[in-house]
């Protein structure tokens, strides 16, 4: 029988055919299998950012070449998040003894994957919400970006099912949508522990319908979900145009709702841009409150940042902070993947702002025409076909406004600057028209189809 050192050098051939130098250089080659038990094949990765990042990257990869390695089409992978006690060499490298590994660190794909049908009422002992623990509040800081969506999760986390019933976030992908889901759910957890809280992604739920269906148990399947008291579905644009799994979903909504169960929801878009969602589910969507999460401001890309390099025990001085601040502006994975990178890297070299740089610029989709406040305002004036002076002014004009008011919306939604900064730019307005600008703008963009064709031209423009 192979040795899961053996497994897993023949499984990191094949990875290494499938993945550039670089990719597998940062992520695989710090990997260090640990146990090959039953079917369970454990390995361990430096930080819990590793997991998650090779769960959503290369997870099929990785469990496609352990399965024809081992010829063993049942394995299941089981991560271990930190370093060992000891040292040990993984590669030419060997990492410190930070922290010792426990238990309390196995992260495991195999219970992900566990069908409703398997957690009866029996084992209600051994229940399983599927929340991630080290996602919570004291993790998930508070910028202008998230203020209110914020300040809502913690209310629905202290009284679920009284307020705000569904609570839907919808926002860009990498944006912290799931960790504020997460979140919610280890809260509610902590203050309501009789209380059974369950966190799904929307694939998962359509992979356990179709299996309930072809093993003839949906009844068992929407059942179950009826038993939750918190039910917290992600992405649930996922189940566009899946109308059985609709169908089932809309009963078990509608059992939740009118027995009080407290809703969560995600969504890459508002509710009424999702294609495919029929009109009595998306009603009931919509019926609670919707917010969304927009991208992280500086100062909060800023904050998760300095929070990503104590935990991984760096010391990266200030500028670089900025300089990764001021230039990953998308993502918090890219924000967390950069430093991750940077820890790699440490073990052969020294941080400093070139390195950054390098390491920005291979992982990030930074722009090198930078949207600035003059072009965003060039771009809307020519769009419009109103002078910028007219943007400038008081006047009260519906052209002029509407011009003035997509301007805003866009520098807020393209910089890092504040509202009362882009409100001195553009007019001289104070914070109070921006932020209402903004919200005219977001409004609009979600009721008027002319209008969103009308942004998507502008939104063209500026990146060309």
Aim: hydrophobic residues 40%.
């Amino acid at each position: 029988m192979k040795s899961n050192e053996n497994i897993w050098e023949q499984c990191l051939e094949i990875v290494r055919d499938n993945v550039p130098d670089s990719v597998f250089g940062t992520w695989f080659a710090p990997i260090v299998p640990c146990k090959y038990v039953g079917n369970d094949f454990i390995i361990q990765v430096p930080t819990q950012f590793f997991y998650e990042f090779l769960e959503e990257h290369y997870a099929d990869l990785i469990y496609q070449a352990l399965a024809r390695v081992s010829g063993n089409p049942d394995i299941h992978l089981i991560y271990r998040a930190g370093v060992d006690s000891s040292h040990r060499k993984i590669g030419t490298v060997t990492f410190p003894s930070d922290h010792v590994t426990t238990n309390d660190n196995l992260l495991t794909a195999k219970n992900l994957n566990k069908s409703p049908n398997e957690l009866t009422d029996s084992n209600l002992i051994a229940w399983d919400a599927h929340l991630n623990a080290h996602l919570n509040f004291k993790n998930y800081f508070e910028g202008i970006s998230n203020k209110a969506t914020r300040a809502i999760a913690l209310k629905v986390a202290q009284e679920p099912g009284k307020d705000f019933n569904p609570y839907l976030i919808y926002g860009a992908c990498g944006v912290g949508k799931t960790h504020l889901c997460h979140a919610i759910g280890n809260q509610i957890q902590e203050l309501h522990p009789d209380k059974k809280v369950l966190y799904i992604s929307a694939h998962l739920f359509q992979v356990q319908f179709s299996d309930a269906r072809l093993k003839n148990t949906s009844n068992d399947f929407v059942h179950f979900y009826q038993g939750v008291d918190v039910l917290i579905l992600d992405d649930i644009h996922e189940l566009a145009n899946k109308k059985g799994t609709q169908d089932a979903f809309f009963h078990i909504f509608n059992h939740l709702s009118l027995n009080g169960k407290q809703i969560i929801f995600t969504a890459d878009k508002a509710p009424a841009q999702i294609e495919g969602l029929e009109e009595r589910l998306l009603s009931r969507l919509i019926s609670g409150l919707t917010l969304e999460l927009q991208k992280p401001d500086l100062e909060l890309r800023k904050k998760i940042l300095y929070n990503k390099i104590k935990q991984d025990g760096l010391t990266i001085s200030d500028d670089i902070v900025v300089y990764i601040a001021e230039n990953v502006t998308d993502h918090v994975r890219n924000l967390k993947g950069i430093i991750t990178s940077l820890v790699a890297q440490s073990l052969f070299s020294k941080i400093d702002l070139e390195l950054a740089k390098r390491i920005v610029a291979q992982t990030s989709n930074v722009q090198k025409q930078q949207v600035t406040l003059e072009k965003i305002q060039d771009v809307v004036s020519s769009y419009f076909q109103v002078n910028i002076n007219d943007i400038h002014s008081k006047s009260r004009k519906r052209e002029i406004v509407q011009a003035r008011q997509v301007a805003m919306f866009l520098a807020k939604k393209h910089t890092a600057y504040s509202y009362a900064h882009i409100g001195i730019v553009i007019g001289k307005r104070d914070h109070a028209t921006v932020t209402h600008a903004c919200k005219t703008v977001q409004n609009d963009l979600t009721t008027d189809k002319g209008f969103k064709s009308t942004m998507q031209e502008i939104e063209t423009r500026l990146k060309s």
